[in-house]
């Protein structure tokens, strides 16, 4: 059961990044069966939500300091989940994750973590 986040890097401010994140795995197999979502975390502050997509991806849910700017979308035929950063900011630099959990987003505990992708966003 894995997954594996992918897309991160260095850009320059005003820039954009697309995240992906792979799932595989037992579980993983009815992919469509999970909300999905991404987070980050930058050194010495705790981990923040970022933005959840429902498990047939017609709901969406973002924090407010990427509204606007980050969509998130799936591909259940490729169990893959996608994080499009637009109009990047230094403040986005962290180590972005995916994570994915059984009930529905606005009540998970997101049971499933990926190991995180890093973006740095130059000024």
């Known amino acids: 059961v894995q997954l594996q986040a992918s897309g991160g890097g260095l850009v320059q401010a005003g820039g954009s990044l697309r995240l992906s994140c792979a799932a595989s795995g037992g579980t993983f197999s009815r992919f469509s069966r999970y909300a999905m979502a991404w987070f980050r975390q930058t050194p010495g502050k705790e981990r923040e939500f970022v933005a959840a997509?429902?498990?047939?991806?017609?709901?969406?849910n973002y924090a407010d300091s990427v509204k606007g700017r980050f969509t998130i979308s799936r591909d259940n035929a490729k169990n893959t989940v996608y994080l499009q950063m637009n109009s990047l900011k230094p403040e986005d630099t962290a180590v972005y994750y995916c994570a994915a959990d059984v009930s529905p987003y606005s009540v998970a505990n997101w049971d499933y973590w990926g190991q995180g992708t890093l973006v740095t966003v130059s000024s």
């Open positions: 997509i429902s498990r047939s991806g017609g709901s969406t």
